[in-house]
């Protein structure tokens, strides 16, 4: 069974930083592209970023510049370092992997997920 564990999320103010972490579990990370995701009360889950199995990645318009995935296949962990954060980026926050060959920026195009991290950024 694969597992997804999210942390790091936090209270932080405007323009402060943080780091999530993604632990997977169940299988070798390598397998899997990962994307990150985040909900926000009252709207949809949307793209935040994606890292493939070839450390490709692409972001959305809302954090490019600002946030960077990476990835450390030997410790079956993946990073979301979110700098310069904003009020909007408060939401919670949640990774989650495929082993398809076509992997999209939607949600349907991913099969495992983690619990979701809270990150709130205060003005």
């Known amino acids: 069974q694969v597992q997804l564990v999210e942390s790091g999320g936090g209270l932080v103010q405007t323009g402060e930083s943080l780091t999530l972490s993604c632990v997977v579990s169940?299988?070798?990370?390598?397998?899997?592209?990962v994307g990150w995701f985040r909900q926000a009360p009252g709207k949809e889950r949307e793209f935040v970023a994606r890292?493939?199995?070839?450390?490709?990645?692409n972001y959305a318009d809302s954090v490019k510049d600002r946030f960077t995935t990476s990835r450390d296949n030997a410790k079956n962990t993946v990073y979301l370092q979110m700098n310069i954060l904003k009020s909007e980026d408060t939401a919670v926050y949640y990774c989650?992997?495929?082993?398809?060959?076509?992997?999209?920026?939607?949600?349907?195009?991913?099969?495992?997920w983690g619990q979701g991290t809270q990150v709130t950024v205060s003005d």
């Open positions: 890292i493939l199995r070839s450390g490709n990645v």
């Open positions: 989650a992997v495929t082993a398809r060959g076509l992997v999209t920026k939607t949600p349907d195009s991913y099969d495992y």
């Open positions: 169940g299988r070798p990370l390598s397998y899997y592209a």
